[in-house]
């Protein structure tokens, strides 16, 4: 069982810089591929990025980059020149199956949600 929270989102600026934190609680993110989904209401979720359990990185803008700390508790999501369109509640999620790491159906665990405004 592995249980996601997420923090670091807020109000930014068009063009300002955000970063996301997803911490694992009750054990590592070893051999677990994390990935980051946004979802604005009555929209579908939509992948944001992800990184494999071998450290493979995929992500749907070059503006957003992915990473994993070393202790492997703690995934982040770094996110530059952030858009009025980026603003949506982002979601950490975890998965051990080897399936598709862009869909979220395939992803076993979630987290709460942060919310991410981004003015303009």
């Known amino acids: 069982q592995v249980q996601l929270v997420e923090s670091g989102g807020g109000l930014v600026q068009a063009g300002d810089s955000l970063s996301l934190s997803c911490a694992a609680s009750g054990r590592t993110f070893m051999s677990y591929s994390v990935g980051w989904f946004r979802q604005i209401p009555g929209k579908e979720r939509e992948f944001v990025a992800a990184?494999?359990?071998?450290g493979g990185r995929y992500s749907a803008d070059s503006r957003f980059t992915i990473s994993r700390d070393n202790a492997e508790t703690l995934v982040s999501l770094q996110m530059n020149n952030l858009k009025p369109e980026d603003t949506a509640v982002y979601y950490c999620?975890?998965?051990?199956?080897?399936?598709?790491?862009?869909?979220?159906?395939?992803?076993?665990?979630w987290g709460q949600g942060t919310q991410v405004t981004v003015s303009s």
């Open positions: 990184i494999s359990g071998t």
């Open positions: 999620a975890a998965t051990n199956t080897a399936a598709t790491l862009r869909n979220w159906v395939n992803y076993n665990y």
